[in-house]
């Protein structure tokens, strides 16, 4: 009896190992888009969407992606003084979780912790991912 117990356990550590970030973002980004419709009238926003000129939403949006480059960029740099190999899209994650949290946030500072410690999972020092 023990042994099927520990390969049920086995199983469930070997499928949340593999899933567990998944089942995570799916549940963030649930509750997320929930709060969203709960707080925002549909007919509202898309009458401000039909007053809204598209060029300046492109505008706006391609602003927004440029800012994300370069701030993953910079990110990207400072990634590199402590390991030169280090990847432009673990930078440009890092800068997006440090985005999210920061808008969850009301005083914009819960995205630093959460870079530190994904910076950590990547075997970055607290020193070096303070620094960063």
Do not use: H
């Amino acid at each position: 009896m023990n042994q099927n117990e520990d390969k049920k356990k086995s199983r469930f550590s070997r499928f949340w190992k593999k899933y567990s970030n998944v089942i995570i973002l799916l549940l963030i980004v649930g509750v997320t888009v929930a709060i969203i419709l709960t707080q925002v009238d549909p007919i509202e926003f898309r009458n401000t969407l039909d007053q809204a000129r598209g060029e300046f939403l492109l505008l706006g949006i391609g602003c927004i992606i440029v800012y994300w480059l370069l701030e993953a960029y910079m990110l990207l740099k400072l990634l590199r003084r402590e390991n030169p190999k280090e990847k432009f899209s673990f930078a440009f994650t890092l800068m997006m979780v440090g985005q999210y949290y920061n808008l969850l946030d009301p005083s914009s500072s819960g995205g630093q912790p959460i870079q530190l410690y994904a910076m950590s999972k990547k075997k970055y020092g607290l020193g070096t991912g303070t620094a960063v």
